[in-house]
């Protein structure tokens, strides 16, 4: 059963370089973040666990946790973790899953259900499709999901302004525009009547179109905010 914006992220115990844990209870009320590798020691992933540690700090801002996981056991996490901190500048502070049994790869559709065997043996190429982002809110359900090629890095800066925009348009009747970013203008939802919008937005808006209504960035809380 493949996974969908909206479904409920599918919870699970796991090993972690930090003890044990059970995923919804470690998420507590806030957001969640779980990003997947397909093999520890792999370059392109040293990179990328070394910047979500520099960039650890923006995400708990936004009540924000991490949690990374690769198909090896925790022995080898804690290895690799000294050569990120070593090659990237930073030492991951997050947990990473230990997820040598392949359960929660199969469980988040990241391998298929009947794939045989355990992590060892299995090489970066047998796991690529172990790469993705899951952004997971409050409620427990995926608001975002993202996979990525092994060759191409991910953006975290811009996983990062999306959460941004999720927090924002989910306390306020809003939708952010493309490639909208902190402080830019954003669309009122069109669910949103102009005898509404009145209230929401004081200080008026600009009409495209009737379906494209422009206004300033509110402030969290939902009130207009200025720029």
Known sequence: ????????????????????????????????????????????????????????????????????????????????????????????????????????????????????????GRTAATNATVRSVFVIGPDKKIKMMLTYPMSTGRNFDEILRALDSMQLTMESKVATPANWKQGDDVIIAPSVSDDEAKGLFPEGWTTLKPYLRMVKQPQRGGQAGSR
């Open 1 to 120: 059963m493949s996974l969908r914006i909206n479904d409920i992220a599918p919870d699970f115990q796991a090993t972690t370089t930090q003890g044990p844990l059970k995923f919804h209870e470690w998420i507590g009320d806030g957001w969640a973040i779980l990003f997947s590798h397909p093999k520890d020691f792999t370059p392109v992933c040293t990179t990328e666990l070394g910047y979500m540690a520099k960039i650890e700090p923006e995400f708990s801002k936004r009540n924000c946790k991490l949690i990374g996981l690769s198909v090896d056991p925790v022995d080898r996490h804690q290895a690799w973790a000294k050569d990120i901190e070593e090659t990237q500048g930073a030492l991951p502070k997050y947990p990473i899953i230990a997820d040598s049994d392949l359960s929660i790869s199969k469980m988040y559709n990241m391998l298929p259900a009947d794939e045989p065997g355990t992590s060892e």
